[in-house]
């Protein structure tokens, strides 16, 4: 992926068809200012495609190590539901 061409919401405007082809076919993005201020990107979409995956892979990842790690600290001083029963007929008498 090139460097980013930065343009502004009007120029942008002017030629998006040339931002559009831009990102697809040389693979450079243009990010979008508005009154100085960067409020957006122009990527290829097969390039979004490749960072969502990323992204989407990542979370994944995350919320599993979460899981096992929550999984392996529940283990330890846990009861089954069982004994969870038995301990609650014992306070009601």
């Known amino acids: 992926m090139s460097e980013p ?4 919401m009007a120029e942008v405007r ?3 068809a040339d931002v559009i082809d831009r990102a697809r076919r040389d693979e450079t993005p ?4 508005r009154r100085g201020k960067q409020e957006a990107v122009v990527i290829d979409i097969e390039e979004y495609q490749r960072l969502r ?3 989407d892979d990542a ?3 995350w919320l599993n ?7 392996a600290e529940g283990l330890q001083g846990s ?3 069982e004994e969870m029963a038995a301990l609650l007929r ?3 008498s």
């Open 65 to 71: 190590r979460l899981a096992d790690e929550s999984e």
């Open 30 to 33: 243009t990010i979008i200012t």
């Open 14 to 16: 002017s030629h998006l």
């Open 5 to 8: 061409v930065i343009e502004s």
């Open 90 to 92: 014992g306070k009601e």
């Open 79 to 81: 009861v089954t539901l």
């Open 59 to 61: 979370e994944e990842s």
């Open 53 to 55: 995956r990323i992204a």
